[in-house]
């Protein structure tokens, strides 16, 4: 099932607001590149398919990849179509990038390949996000990190929680000093893949029409439901912290060159189709007032800020779905930690774009301009 559509708030939000969306210029390669994508068939590799052909990425040739059961499925590209085929050593042959969205253990195995054959691997997988030859990139965040793409020739994107998040810490750290963050996590069904999305389909039907339903993706039901374990059947470390915890905190310090950051998470599945959304607590070093981070929220490129508490303005999950920008609002005085040096705030973006597909392309796009 494809992710529902919205029904256009965020449009009549920022005219209330009079905020102007500013798009952000476009990097583009030198020479058309050979581009192929693993996972063309899920909802990262098809989101990804789709931000190449919106951004006008210079294609020379593009390649839908998938696993053997796909094998001659077809995909759409724009107007257009392309046929899926199974991955095989030849598949990278000639290639200059591969985006990788097909799950660990698929790039552990071809990512290695695609630098033997003098290609460029993106990868949207946990796998090699930790590895110290590995950069790990936001590109507006850290986009220097690209320099150490050649050792491995694999750039990892981080997971999807991690970026939205450090797209609106940055400012506020590079301005007052991030010491310590909280997080809780309101994510997206999407986020589990299209089997996360047909699940809460489904189960809404089934419980709609008084029939049990079945749990299949997740451990529990979701539908109506909240579902503090990402992800849903992996066991949980004997410290109780979840694998995306893990990856967020681990994640953030790496991204933000901050080893000892104290970062404290709690990361909850909901009920929602797409857009994760994020409560964020920050201690910083030096004081900040809500009206200064707000303004430094609103001079990064990718994120804008929808706050007015007044009229009842804060930026939502159905806000999020489909925009390329991640929204802030609800941004207010943490009066726990003293000193004016504490903030909160409310952070959502599209998991599928800004959290997996867009980022990456922004990375093929900054990797392409500065570095190949
Ligand atoms: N969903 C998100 O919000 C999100 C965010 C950040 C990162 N990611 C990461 O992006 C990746 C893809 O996630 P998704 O949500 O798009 O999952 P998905 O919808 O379940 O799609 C999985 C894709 O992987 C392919 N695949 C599976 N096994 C394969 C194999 N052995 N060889 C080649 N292709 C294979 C599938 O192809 P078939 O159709 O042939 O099975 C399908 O195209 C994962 O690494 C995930 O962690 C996802």
């Avoid at 389909?201 to 029409?209: G, H, I, S, T």
């Avoid at 979701?222 to 912290?241: E, S």
Wanted: one cysteine or more; a neutral charge; hydrophobic letters at 45%.
């Amino acid at each position: 099932m494809p992710v529902p559509s919205k029904s256009g708030t965020l449009d009549q939000k920022l005219e209330t607001l009079g905020v102007q969306v500013k798009d952000q210029p476009t990097k583009h390669p030198k020479r058309p590149m050979h581009v192929a994508v693993v996972g063309a068939t899920g909802v990262v590799g098809r989101e990804t398919l789709a931000i190449l052909k919106e951004r006008a990425f210079p294609l020379a040739t593009i390649k839908a990849l998938a696993s053997e059961r796909s094998q001659g499925e077809r995909v759409a590209f724009g107007d257009d179509e392309l046929v899926v085929e199974a991955v095989r050593p030849e598949s990278f042959a000639g290639v200059d990038l591969v985006f990788f969205a097909a799950g660990g253990g698929v790039s552990k195995v071809w990512a290695p390949r695609v630098a033997e054959a003098g290609g460029v691997s993106i990868d949207k997988s946990s796998s090699f996000r930790m590895d110290p030859d590995v950069p790990l990139v936001v590109p507006e965040v850290n986009g220097h990190a690209l320099a150490g793409f050649a050792k491995k020739r694999i750039i990892a994107t981080p997971n999807c929680s991690t970026i939205q998040m450090v797209q609106a810490l940055a400012p506020l750290h590079r301005k007052a000093g991030v010491q310590r963050v909280v997080v809780c996590t309101y994510q997206a069904v999407s986020g589990a893949g299209r089997g996360g999305v047909d699940e809460l389909e489904r189960q809404v039907r089934d419980l709609f029409n008084l029939r049990e339903p079945k749990i299949d993706t997740f451990d529990q039901r979701i539908a109506f439901n909240v579902l503090p374990r990402i992800p849903a059947k992996d066991p949980i470390p004997a410290d109780g912290t979840t694998g995306e915890e893990r990856k967020m905190i681990d994640e953030t310090r790496k991204i933000l060159e901050a080893p000892a950051l104290r970062v404290g998470v709690t990361c909850v599945r909901v009920p929602v189709f797409n857009s994760h959304s994020e409560a964020v607590h920050v201690e910083l070093a030096a004081p900040l007032s809500p009206e200064d981070a707000r303004a430094l929220f609103a001079a990064e490129p990718n994120l804008l800020v929808i706050d007015d508490p007044a009229r009842g303005l804060y930026p939502t999950a159905e806000d999020a779905s489909g925009e390329d920008k991640t929204l802030v609002g609800r941004v207010r005085v943490d009066a726990s930690v003293p000193d004016g040096r504490g903030l909160a705030f409310w952070v959502v973006s599209d998991n599928l774009r800004t959290g997996a597909a867009l980022n990456a392309v922004r990375i093929a796009e900054a990797l392409c301009a500065d570095w190949l």
